[in-house]
């Protein structure tokens, strides 16, 4: 399985402007800029769009570890959050955190404690990262 995304910047790093795309079309030609990246400008950013892909994926990730525990989530809401630094190498990834809620009927803690780690741990975009992942997981009732 092979994916595609597509970037096209025009101009210098702070009065430049560029377009991320998609394959599949859902982003055509979403503007991004040094002010939608490192100020409030409006428009996306590489960061969001790492955000948007890491909840996507532990989400999906928590599912199938609830699923061989023989649990279905009702729901799961995550939200990513990826920290953007400045350190000696340069601009990085630095941290990642993940807060979870889910709504899992017949779920324990402890079931529910095991399957959001193991995501964690296992989803793709996780172990893409080389920065520190932490995570709230909470198991409503």
Known sequence: MKRT???VW???IKDGRGTVSTESGVLDGAQY???TRFEDGKGTNPEELLAAAHAGCFSMALS???NDAGLTADSINTTASVRLEKTDAGFSITKVHLDVTARVPGA?????ETAAGNAKAGCPVSRLFNAEITM???LEE
């Open 108 to 112: 324990d803690a402890s079931a529910f």
């Open 10 to 12: 025009q101009g210098g």
């Open 33 to 35: 800029s040094f002010s």
């Open 64 to 66: 199938k570890q609830l």
């Open 136 to 138: 709230d997981a909470k």
């Open 5 to 7: 995304g597509s970037a």
